[in-house]
């Protein structure tokens, strides 16, 4: 199956907009570089009028690509390299070599069309903010996973379980795909687009995902954490804190920490009484 890239000349804050609203269309992938974003399409499913409706408040420009199948894992190989956080977590492809020094923790994933390479600063943050927690014996779940990179960090870091979900298929195949190759043993990953069907409770939720779906979870996210757990959220910007918090405040949490890199924030919050 071929499939349509667009290039779009976008800043960060238009492309975080821009990967919300075409999330919703078809785009099964981006790929975020500096004032542009690329966002792929099947063929079959590519529809310019509905494209050009959603560009058009915006004012922006697109180029289009066609790309054969024969070439497609050719194209992302190309534009994906490895990246380390801190010396901490170590992220690279199958056909790049192992890192020298290793990091503390190495994962391998395929990098497919699935958000989360640990490249974006969303990522990178999420990773940071995990760093300095205990995962040992705890229970987690994955918001968003994407590619499965925060999920797979989790159980290598001594998770007793994680659970995952994203509303793409394709995420949660891949994610699977790169829980087997990473061999993590307790991580398990589902399709689903809210919470609803998810029932007990968690030590950590980690959700890197966008603003409008945080504030529309807040309250689940709440639901779903034992008292004093950790919820870790990206996704947002510097501009975003402000109203994030006002959703997270009456929900039940209380600000701990925040990451601010590329003008994209992490935050760090704690499961509180509900004020």
């Excluded at 004012?59 to 050719?74: D, L």
Aim: net charge negative; glycine share 6%.
């Amino acid at each position: 199956m071929s499939h349509i890239a667009i290039t779009l000349q976008a800043s960060a804050e238009q492309a975080d907009l821009l990967i919300a609203q075409l999330s919703d269309t078809g785009y099964e992938g981006f790929e975020e570089q500096a004032d542009q974003l690329i966002a792929y399409i099947p063929e079959a499913d590519f529809d310019e009028a509905l494209l050009q409706s959603i560009l058009l408040p915006y004012g922006i420009t697109y180029t289009k690509e066609t790309i054969e199948q024969t070439n497609w894992n050719a194209v992302w190989e190309s534009n994906f390299e490895p990246v380390q956080v801190d010396g901490f977590c170590g992220i690279r492809a199958g056909f790049h070599p192992p890192f020298t020094p290793a990091p503390t923790y190495e994962i391998v994933i395929t990098p497919k069309m699935s958000f989360g390479t640990g490249h974006h600063a969303t990522t990178s943050s999420m990773i940071r903010l995990m760093q300095h927690l205990s995962f040992e014996g705890k229970k987690v779940f994955d918001f968003g996973t994407g590619t499965g990179i925060l999920a797979i960090l989790a159980d290598k870091m001594g998770a007793a379980q994680t659970d995952a979900i994203d509303y793409d298929e394709w995420a949660v195949n891949n994610t699977l795909e790169n829980i087997n190759t990473n061999h993590t043993q307790h991580t398990t990953v589902w399709q689903a687009d809210n919470l609803d069907a998810v029932t007990g409770t968690y030590d950590i939720i980690l959700a890197n995902i966008n603003l409008n779906v945080l504030l529309r979870f807040m309250n689940d996210m709440r639901r779903l954490l034992v008292p004093d757990g950790i919820l870790l959220l990206s996704g947002i910007m510097p501009s975003d804190e402000q109203q994030i918090l006002a959703s997270a405040v009456p929900a039940g949490f209380t600000l701990l920490e925040k990451i601010e890199k590329d003008n994209w924030l992490a935050l760090k919050l704690k499961a509180v009484s509900k004020k």
